[in-house]
Nanobody, 120 residues
Framework: QVQLVESGGGLVQAGGFLRLSCAAS?????????VGWFRQAPGKEREFVGYIRWSDGNALYADSVRGRFTFSSDNAKNTVYLQMNRLKPEDTGVYYC????????????WGQGTQVTVSS
């Protein structure tokens, strides 16, 4: 059973940057079509951040993060990264990665989440 582990969260000032990692253990991301990122702020619903397609690195971003966030992957490390630049207080939340086996975005496997806090 593949497990996803996020890391890299923390506290950063507005305008700063963080890089989150999503590592797969017990299996490979090659078994999945794409890896998505989501976030959830306190008292709010979970928000889709975007995804990266494992086969070719093609990515899609939510409007709220496009131009500031970048996905990347390292096949050898079986890891997906989320580079977050020019962070804003509204980027605060728990960030989750998830893996989907098809283009429909049926995310069947989720990580435990990592907290990102952006201070103003």
């Amino acid at each position: 059973q593949v497990q996803l582990v996020e890391s890299g969260g923390g506290l950063v000032q507005a305008g700063g940057f963080l890089r989150l990692s999503c590592a797969a253990s017990g299996g490979s991301f090659s078994s999945y079509y794409m890896v998505g990122w989501f976030r959830q702020a306190p008292g709010k619903e979970r928000e889709f951040v975007g995804y990266i397609r494992w086969s070719d690195g093609n990515a899609l971003y939510a409007d709220s993060v496009r131009g500031r966030f970048t996905f990347s992957s390292d096949n050898a490390k079986n890891t997906v990264y989320l580079q977050m630049n020019r962070l804003k207080p509204e980027d605060t939340g728990v960030y989750y990665c998830a893996a989907a086996t098809n283009y429909r975005g049926n995310y069947g496997i989720w990580g435990q989440g990592t907290q990102v806090t952006v201070s103003s």
